[in-house]
């Protein structure tokens, strides 16, 4: 919780305790509800005088996240966090500044967009509980906040794959050479980590049409035989810019694949009900 609304909350509490009588002496309630607007002014003092100003590498990630999807809840922390609407892309990353408040933003690309009309993306100051304020010397912008319940909540706790029962690294170059060969056939959709004859590939493929074109590419071995499907719309959505050098992947036959990007962004994406899993 902010310590603007934790303040708040404490005043609150005083007041209603003194209007029940329940605090003796003139003096002691006077002191209790000045030093509660001290403490309430200083944080809005502080977020003044310490604006916070975001890296290079959190606006990249944040771009990236607007893919997943255009709302997204902020959180007090150090950490950002996207759901899809579908629920079937979560992503998240820790970040180098830390954010004084939870406050949600219905659109990012825009939000990011009116940020980018100040010099050098600007400083935000955090001193109203209803908006942002993005400001340089000569520039200035009001950003209001969502409504929380309007924007797709992320998990409070970041789930962990049950079980890992397909491991591989996927450079850059490799996943560049997947999302060409979508775009060369257009028409194909699915994307499949193929396990067989002890050798793991990627292959794109409609799965529906056993005589549909193919590409694949080797990424490692395994001595299980399986077939883990993924919407290739999904795999859009992770980041390909040059800041990255490549993904560590694990998959679980219970349903759900980790992408580990070399920058520290961890994706959860859903597997197809379809897929299927067998031990050799």
């Not at 209790?32 to 975001?54: D, E, F, G, Q």
């Not at 679980?252 to 031990?279: H, M, N």
């Amino acid at each position: 919780m902010p310590l603007l609304s934790v303040v708040q909350m404490l005043l609150s509490i005083c007041l209603d305790t003194i209007r029940r009588d329940s605090l003796a002496g003139t003096f002691l309630k006077q002191f209790i509800i000045a030093y509660s607007y001290i403490i309430l002014l200083k944080n809005h003092v502080t977020a003044s005088l310490n604006p916070m100003k975001l890296s290079d590498r959190t606006i990249r990630i944040l771009t990236n996240m607007s893919k997943i999807n255009r709302s997204i809840q902020f959180k007090e922390g150090n950490e950002i966090s996207s759901l899809s609407i579908q629920k079937n892309v979560l992503a998240k990353t820790p970040i180098e500044e830390s954010f004084p408040q939870d406050f949600a933003i219905y659109d990012l690309d825009e939000f990011l967009k009116v940020m980018s009309l100040t010099d050098n993306q600007g400083d935000l100051i955090f001193d109203n509980e209803a908006y942002v304020t993005v400001k340089t010397d000569r520039t200035q912008a009001k950003y209001f906040f969502a409504d929380p319940s309007i924007v797709q909540q992320p998990p409070a706790e970041f789930p962990q794959l049950p079980s890992i029962d397909c491991e591989f690294d996927l450079d850059t170059s490799d996943l560049n050479r997947i999302r060409n060969a979508l775009s060369i056939y257009g028409h194909l959709e699915d994307i499949a980590v193929i396990g067989k004859n002890g050798r793991v590939s990627i292959e794109i493929r409609d799965r529906e049409n056993p005589s549909s074109n193919t590409y694949s590419i080797g990424v490692g071995t395994t001595d299980a035989t399986f077939s883990f499907n993924l919407k290739a719309e999904n795999i859009y959505k992770l980041e390909y810019s040059n800041a990255i050098t490549g993904y560590n992947v694990r998959i679980s036959k219970s349903g759900a694949s980790q992408w580990v990007s070399s920058d520290g962004v961890v994706y959860l994406i859903a597997l197809e009900p379809d897929s299927t899993y067998e031990e050799n």
